[in-house]
Structures are given as structure tokens and as C-alpha cells.
């Protein structure tokens, strides 16, 4: 093992000897909550809450853009206008679908359901639900609820398994936060009201429903089977997608406000979709890209981030489901340097030198400072020995 594996497995240990610590904590103290008074328990939810928001928020997880974070906060307040100042919201850094509220009325969005999303309807419908959660109560009754206590360390350690690593103080505040696994009834009831907040704001109530379709598209396509999300499972996904288009079907209509929502979380849909790019996750960048119209939504590098995720899949036929997206994204974007890198090496070791000589040499023409490039001019130096011995 070299020394930076040594030092990345002793930051993963203390990572998981962190969130196991935290988490125990809470575990051992829930049982007494039920001999507390209901202001002591209150109140006791809300300090547990607060510590663990200023460790993740002192450790950057917040996403941290002043303007992302009041154009979500706009969507909040023209949801719950009379909670203005109460209920906030923030971009958090994590490029999963999920959003959650913690008792203290604030309200996290990861920047991967900003990706995932099509238009301030579907954002609202999420903001909505978890601002149902809020005002139903829902983290003080869920957490005093006998049978919520039992179900801490199960909530906590799907937690801890799907995000260790990545997110190690969520673990500790995900028994008081609408992560928790709340029962069915509260879970209607969030949604209900989410809803209805939605249609009263004037959003379109059709736009509720594609958000979990889409979502149980996504994790079937992924083979993820459950995750840390407030709408974690099959089940609850294709029920909510049959709940919300049964309650659009007596509501009238409304805005989406595609324009307005792309202008504000562009920045922030791209750089989430990036590090998926980053991480080489080629099943969910499929997932997120190959629907109509999404690979344009994110040009210049839609087409060949699609191509990214044939390549990194690698299952039969995606080679050449890479290559026919890199060839379309050259031709909307000739001056992409990525795209011929990523052709130019797949064509060179099909043995087709000449044209992995030109989309090479292409390359390092418009990129000669990126950090592929010496990698590009030393098989552009091998290509041509080979070409002419």
C-alpha cells in the first residue's frame, strides 16, 4: 500500500469512527427523551440539531452561493409566505436527489436534485414537501414517537452506508431531520400539504409527479435499490407518483418557470454534473442524460458527457454508443477539445491511426495547456512511428 492509500484509509476510519461515535451518541440518549417534558425534549431536539449543523456547515458542505440560496429561499417564501424568516433554505454539496428540514426550520437541497429537476414547479414540489414536514411538526413527533426511537439505528446506518465518506456528520442529525424514515401517514401528510402550498403559489400541479417517475427511472437504471432519500424506494416512489397524479386531476393550471429556474441553478446543475463526471458513475450520468433534450440543456458538454457515460458503463455495444455522441457533440461544437481527446484515443486503439491522428492532434491544437495534452502528444508521437516505421 503506498503512503497515499495509507493516509486515505486512516481519513476513511476516522471518518467512520466520527459519524459511529455521533451516532451512538444520540442512539444511547433517545430512550431517556420519553421521561423528558415536552419543552425539555423541544429543546433538546433543537441543541442536538444545531451542533450538528454548524460541524457540517464549519466543514463545507454547504454549497455556499449567496445567490442560489436566495433564489431557493424566494421558492420557500412564495410557498409558505407566513414562514418567511423561519423556514430557510440552503444548497448543500452532494450530487444525490434528496432534500431534507431539521427542526431548527431549516431546509437543505443537495445540488444533485437541482440536476435532476426540470423547472421551479418541481422544485417547489420538493420544497414543498419538506416544508409539509415542518409545519406538521414532524421532527419532534417522529423523534418522541416510541416507535421512531426504535427506528434510529436503522435510519442512521442506511445513512452511514450510503453516505460514509462523503457526508460524515449527516449520519448524526438524520434521526432529527426528515431523513429519519417518518411513517406513511406523516409522509401523506407532507406531501399533501406540499401540494396544495404548490397549487395555492400558482405552480402547475402536473409538475409534482414526473419528479418521482423520474427518480424511480433513475434508480432502476443505476440498480440502486434504496438510498438516504425522503422518497428512498420503489414503493414509495410509484405510490407518490400515483398520489400526485391523482390529486392534479381535479387542481387547475399553473407555471412552471423553466426559464427563471435554469437562469438561477445552472451553475450549480453543471458543476454537480461534472463531479458525476469526476467520480466516472457512466450509469448515472446515462441516467440523468439520455432522456430527449437533457444532453442540449447542458452544452457545450452534454453530448460528449453522455458519450463519458457509454465509455465508463462498458457494457456490449457502448463503445460505439460513445463514439456516435462524441460524434455529434464535435459537430454541434467543433471547438470542444474533450470530445476529440476521448474519440482520438478509442480510435487509436481500433488501429484507426490516421483519424485518431487528426482528432489528437485537433486536441492539443485547442487545449495545448490541459492536463491530457502531454498524454495526447506522446500517442500522437506513436501513431505517427507506427504509421511510418
Known amino acids: 500500500m503506498t503512503r497515499r492509500d495509507q493516509c486515505g484509509s486512516q481519513r476513511s476510519r476516522r471518518r467512520t469512527a466520527t459519524v459511529w461515535l455521533l451516532a451512538s451518541a444520540l442512539l444511547a440518549g433517545a430512550p431517556s427523551a420519553l421521561a423528558l417534558s415536552e419543552q425539555e425534549q423541544r429543546n433538546r431536539i433543537l441543541f442536538e440539531t444545531r451542533e450538528q449543523e454548524a460541524r457540517f456547515a464549519a466543514h463545507g458542505y454547504l454549497y455556499g452561493d449567496a445567490a442560489l440560496d436566495a433564489y431557493l429561499q424566494s421558492v420557500m417564501d412564495r410557498l409558505y409566505p407566513e414562514?418567511?424568516?423561519?423556514?430557510?433554505?440552503?444548497a448543500y454539496r452532494n450530487n444525490e436527489f434528496n432534500a431534507f428540514a431539521v427542526a431548527t426550520g431549516n431546509v437543505y437541497v443537495h445540488v444533485g436534485a437541482l440536476l435532476r429537476l426540470r423547472n421551479e414547479a418541481?422544485?417547489?414540489?420538493?420544497?414543498?414537501?419538506?416544508?409539509?414536514?415542518?409545519?406538521?411538526?414532524?421532527?419532534?413527533?417522529?423523534?418522541?414517537?416510541?416507535?421512531?426511537?426504535?427506528?434510529?439505528?436503522?435510519a442512521l446506518s442506511i445513512g452511514i452506508t450510503a453516505i460514509i465518506g462523503i457526508d460524515p456528520f449527516i449520519g448524526a442529525i438524520a434521526s432529527y431531520s426528515t431523513m429519519a424514515g417518518f411513517s406513511r401517514d406523516f409522509e401523506?401528510?407532507?406531501?399533501?400539504?406540499g401540494?396544495?402550498?404548490?397549487?395555492?403559489?400558482?405552480?402547475?400541479?402536473?409538475?409534482?409527479?414526473p419528479v418521482f417517475d423520474r427518480m424511480a427511472r433513475e434508480l432502476t437504471a443505476r440498480k440502486v435499490k434504496q438510498g438516504p432519500y425522503f422518497f428512498a424506494d420503489h414503493p414509495k416512489l410509484l405510490e407518490r407518483v400515483k398520489n400526485f397524479t391523482e390529486f392534479a386531476a381535479t387542481a387547475g393550471s399553473g407555471e412552471l418557470r423553466r426559464d427563471a429556474y435554469l437562469a438561477a441553478t445552472q451553475p450549480a446543475r453543471v458543476a454537480a454534473l461534472e463531479s458525476i463526471h469526476e467520480r466516472k458513475d457512466g450509469p448515472a450520468l446515462i441516467a440523468l442524460l439520455e432522456d430527449e433534450g437533457q444532453t442540449a440543456e447542458f452544452a457545450p458538454a452534454g453530448e460528449f458527457l453522455l458519450g463519458e457515460g457509454y465509455r465508463l458503463r462498458a457494457a456490449e455495444g457502448d463503445e460505439d454508443r460513445a463514439l456516435s455522441h462524441y460524434?455529434?457533440?464535435?459537430?454541434?461544437?467543433?471547438?470542444?477539445?474533450?470530445?476529440?481527446?476521448v474519440r482520438g484515443r478509442i480510435l487509436a486503439h481500433r488501429g484507426e491511426r490516421g483519424r485518431a491522428l487528426e482528432d489528437l492532434e485537433r486536441y492539443v491544437a485547442l487545449a495545448p495547456a490541459a492536463r491530457e495534452a502531454p498524454f495526447a502528444r506522446q500517442t500522437i508521437e506513436r501513431l505517427k512511428k507506427e504509421t511510418n516505421p
Request: positive net charge; charged residues 25%.
Open 122 to 154: 418541481e422544485l417547489a414540489s420538493v420544497l414543498g414537501h419538506e416544508g409539509g414536514h415542518l409545519v406538521g411538526d414532524h421532527m419532534y413527533k417522529g423523534t418522541v414517537n416510541a416507535k421512531s426511537i426504535g427506528r434510529l439505528g436503522t
Open 83 to 90: 414562514k418567511q424568516g423561519t423556514y430557510r433554505v440552503h
Open 327 to 341: 460524434d455529434r457533440s464535435i459537430a454541434a461544437q467543433p471547438d470542444y477539445a474533450p470530445a476529440y481527446a
Open 188 to 193: 401523506r401528510e407532507a406531501d399533501r400539504t
Open 195 to 209: 401540494f396544495e402550498r404548490m397549487v395555492a403559489a400558482g405552480y402547475d400541479p402536473r409538475a409534482a409527479a
